[in-house]
């Protein structure tokens, strides 16, 4: 048994790169903030370069993940899908963590280090849920005040969620305003950080967002990437051709690459497709984003001819967001990582697909991942490549949803 197999004590490897400047990923990133948050933020970045280069931290965090998360995850390989598409086809399990997603590594992490800074309140920004309910689970461990912004659109597509955050002792704002999703939510908790910054910290959920949230949080998720080129070579003999992961804002997408960026393997964001490219409603923000500026950070948005952020569209809450991490912004402009769409259908068909060959039920958002190796497998991805996919939360939340839209009934 190797020391990242399932049982054995979580491994942190060393820090990854740091960005360059306030929070540069070459043109991407930075901190674009009210005046009232920059004392916030240098605290924060001070508190996580003194912690993550802290023994005392590391271990205690890795406790956390092994004894309370449940890592390593495994890598499953699917023997079934895999003579149904002609590729090898291994998943990174995320979905058996503690609370059902890769969102629990970095929200441990962000909640020692609100202890070390003297926070007792949390605040999160959640789409698909999976994020507020590990803040509202950590933060019901370390005994914090939680409250959730979740748009609206989101809390009613997502009821088993919330039901699980308000159960933890959270408090779930719905949020009306705009398109009342998550670009929405996330304003909103900017808004009350501003009111409350003394006392509270904002748990950001994905890589996006001021310096040094996209850093830290990539830090914090780069456990998957670290496990998985481990158990890939001890599996395989070797690293994976292709290594995949949704792609909305990032995290688990950019946790698992941070593993692989200096092996040769493939690296494969998916992005909402939505209803197509030429529809207009999707969340393609890489295909079809431009630079702009929104939430603290420079990175590439879906923008009208006026630079007014549109709207995204994605039959999956986590995916439904105008823009991406500024790090994966900077990996498609060097050509390091590329970024494809896969449809609101694909996303559903590989849902389908997984369950029936693999008795594996994904969340929406990484049956995207599945929908775009479907698609290409045998054309973009050659057969008798070894792929690797990162199964970053599990279906349970998206069930009622997928049944309703399959029958055009509700799950009595």
């Given at each position: 048994m190797t020391p990242l197999q399932r049982g054995a004590a979580v491994l942190l490897g060393p820090p990854g790169p740091e960005p360059l400047g306030l929070g540069r990923f070459g043109e991407f990133g930075g901190r674009f903030i009210p005046e009232a948050l920059v004392p916030a933020l240098e605290e924060l970045e001070v508190a996580f370069r003194a912690s993550w280069a802290s023994t005392e931290f590391r271990d205690e965090?890795?406790?956390?993940?092994?004894?309370?998360?449940?890592?390593?995850?495994?890598?499953?390989?699917?023997?079934?899908?895999?003579e149904r598409l002609g590729v090898r086809v291994l998943l990174k399990r995320e979905d058996l963590t503690h609370t059902g997603s890769h969102k629990i590594n970095s929200v441990l992490g962000q909640a020692l280090l609100a202890r070390q800074m003297g926070k007792q309140?949390?605040?999160?920004?959640?789409?698909?849920?999976?994020?507020?309910?590990?803040?509202?689970?950590?933060?019901?461990?370390?005994?914090?005040?939680?409250?959730?912004?979740?748009?609206?659109?989101?809390?009613?597509r997502q009821a088993l969620n919330?039901?699980?955050?308000?159960?933890?002792g959270a408090e779930v704002v719905s949020v009306e305003s705009g398109s009342a999703t998550l670009k929405d939510a996330i304003n909103d908790a900017l808004r009350d950080?501003?009111?409350?910054?003394?006392?509270?910290h904002y748990c950001i959920g994905s890589v996006v967002g001021p310096h040094p949230y996209p850093w830290m949080v990539r830090e914090?998720?780069?456990?998957?990437?670290?496990?998985?080129?481990?158990?890939?070579?001890?599996?395989?003999?070797?690293?994976?051709?292709?290594?995949?992961?949704?792609?909305?804002?990032?995290?688990?997408?950019?946790?698992?690459f941070a593993g692989f960026l200096d092996t040769d393997a493939r690296l494969?964001?998916?992005?909402?497709?939505?209803?197509?490219?030429?529809?207009?409603?999707?969340?393609?923000?890489?295909?079809?984003?431009v630079p702009g500026v929104l939430h603290g950070a420079r990175s590439l948005y879906l923008q009208d001819e006026d630079g007014q952020i549109l709207e995204a569209h994605s039959v999956s809450a986590g995916l439904d967001y105008p823009g991406v991490g500024p790090e994966h912004a900077a990996l498609a402009a060097t050509g390091r990582a590329e970024y494809h769409p896969a449809t609101d259908e694909e996303a559903?068909?590989?849902?389908?697909?997984?369950?029936?060959?693999?008795?594996?039920?994904?969340?929406?958002?990484?049956?995207h991942a599945i929908g775009w190796l479907a698609r290409e497998a045998g054309h973009a991805v050659p057969h008798g490549s070894e792929v690797l996919i990162t199964l970053s939360g599990r279906g349970d939340k998206d069930a009622a949803y997928v049944a309703?839209?399959?029958?055009?009934?509700?799950?009595?």
């Open positions: 965090l890795a406790g956390l993940l092994a004894n309370y998360a449940g890592r390593p995850t495994p890598v499953t390989e699917c023997r079934r899908l895999s309140r949390v605040i999160a920004e959640t789409g698909a849920g999976q994020h507020g309910v590990a803040t509202a689970t950590a933060a019901a461990l370390f005994g914090m005040q939680c409250m959730v912004f979740m748009g609206a659109v989101d809390v009613e919330v039901w699980r955050m308000r159960l933890l950080w501003v009111a409350s910054v003394e006392s509270t914090f998720q780069r456990v998957v990437g670290d496990e998985a080129r481990a158990q890939c070579r001890d599996l395989l003999g070797g690293d994976p051709d292709v290594v995949v992961a949704c792609v909305g804002g990032g995290s688990n997408a950019i946790g698992t494969v964001g998916v992005e909402a497709g939505g209803l197509g490219l030429e529809s207009g409603q999707h969340g393609a923000s890489i295909t079809r984003g559903i068909a590989g849902f389908q697909l997984l369950a029936a060959t693999e008795g594996i039920v994904p969340a929406l958002e990484p049956a309703e839209r399959l029958t055009g009934e509700p799950l009595s």
